[in-house]
């Protein structure tokens, strides 16, 4: 069974810096997405960036960038330039090719210092 | 921006009761999930439903659960006999068929909180 494990349950950073929220998954497939999802508080699971298992690219999407290493079955999320709004609950997910499960890790807590 | 929305916010029942959870999934969505998370372990996937049919569920999905679509617009979890470990937060999502390729990447509710007592 596939599985994420998120190893931080807490992280903080200065508004202004960089912020690194790991996560690891083992699988046996080759056909797979990986996900990063926001929960502020109080509010709902929104997505913050996808990775194909099949492109060695690192997906970005502005101030968010991943480090996909499929070999290590690592998918660390890379925050720059925090901002207050910033500070949430973090999901790592994974999704196996053809399959409508998403399967999330227990969570990073990410606190925005001012 | 379209949202999911999940009611109520809250629910308090009494073990073995029924209880219904509701969802408003995003209108031109196609694909619809429940999620639930219980307090302190990861959010784990209970159901997915494509087409009037339930397309793939989870082995905690047993027969104390069921889902239904009854009127094009909103999306229910019936949970019959309601259990203390059944407390939870339960997340329905969405997605439009056009996302194929994307993988199962879903839009989230705010969830509901269902104590069990």
């Known amino acids: 069974a596939q599985t994420v494990t998120q190893s931080q349950p807490e992280m903080s950073v200065q508004e202004a810096e960089t912020v690194t929220l790991s996560c690891t998954y083992d699988?046996?497939?080759?056909?797979?997405?990986l996900f990063w999802y926001k929960q502020p508080p109080s509010r709902q699971m929104i997505l913050v960036i996808r990775q194909e298992a099949y492109k060695q690219q690192n997906a970005t999407e502005n101030r968010f960038s991943v480090n996909f290493q499929k070999a290590a079955k690592s998918f660390s999320l890379k925050i720059s330039d925090s901002q207050l709004g910033d500070a949430a609950m973090y999901f790592c997910?994974?999704?196996?090719?053809?399959?409508?499960?998403?399967?999330f890790g227990k969570g990073t807590k990410l606190t925005v210092n001012p | 921006e379209p949202e999911v929305t999940q009611t109520p916010s809250h629910q308090v029942t009494q073990m073995g009761q029924e209880v219904i959870l509701r969802c408003v999934p995003i209108?031109?969505?196609?694909?619809f999930y429940w999620y639930r998370q219980i307090l302190g372990q990861k959010v784990e996937f209970l159901v997915s439903?494509?087409?009037?049919?339930?397309?793939?569920k989870s082995e905690i999905f047993d027969d104390q659960f069921s889902v239904e679509r009854p009127d094009g617009s909103n999306f229910t979890l019936k949970i019959r006999s309601t259990k203390l470990e059944d407390s939870a937060m339960y997340f329905c999502?969405?997605?439009?068929?056009?996302?194929?390729?994307?993988?199962?990447?879903?839009?989230f509710g705010q969830g509901t909180r269902l104590t069990v007592v």
């Open positions: 209108s031109n969505h196609l694909y």
């Open positions: 699988t046996s497939e080759s056909d797979y997405y």
């Open positions: 439903f494509y087409n009037n049919e339930i397309s793939e």
């Open positions: 997910a994974y999704n196996r090719g053809g399959s409508e499960k998403l399967v």
């Open positions: 999502a969405s997605r439009p068929k056009h996302l194929q390729g994307r993988g199962a990447e879903a839009f």
